[in-house]
């Protein structure tokens, strides 16, 4: 199951459009003890690495029964991470500091979704 991101869907994501703002969606499925491994990470990410890329936590919650999915669709948290570019997040996942921190997410997750997202025009 995908968990991490690879260099050819961040090249991919980065030539979309590279100095527009994104929203990363994030799905997680967590590893059986995962939660508390993704805490640690969360923390250093909220401390270090969003504040020294620009990025904020717009929302974090847990997953709750889905209403409309398939069997075995179901997350348990959302996340959404609001970036001031596509080239932001890449620089930050590039850094050798965060990929010391980003082994703590890698154990604590099974499966995880992050899909980029942009405003709609007028809204």
Excluded: C, H
């Excluded at 590893?31 to 990025?55: D, H, I, M, Q, V």
């Excluded at 075995?72 to 991470?81: H, I, K, M, P, T």
């Amino acid at each position: 199951m995908a968990v991490d991101p690879i260099g050819e869907d961040l090249k991919a994501f980065l030539a979309a459009d590279p100095d527009g703002p994104v929203v990363m969606l994030n799905l997680l499925r967590f590893a059986e003890g995962g939660r508390e491994s993704y805490a640690r990470y969360g923390a250093a990410l909220r401390k270090t690495f969003l504040p020294r890329y620009g990025g904020e936590v717009l929302y974090a919650g847990d997953g709750g029964p889905a209403l409309v999915a398939e069997q075995g669709q179901e997350w348990d948290a959302v996340l959404l991470v609001r970036y001031p570019s596509r080239t932001a997040f890449s620089r930050m996942v590039a850094d050798p500091e965060y990929q010391e921190v980003s082994r703590w997410r890698t154990l604590a997750l099974e499966e995880a979704v992050l899909q980029p997202t942009i405003r709609w025009a007028g809204k």
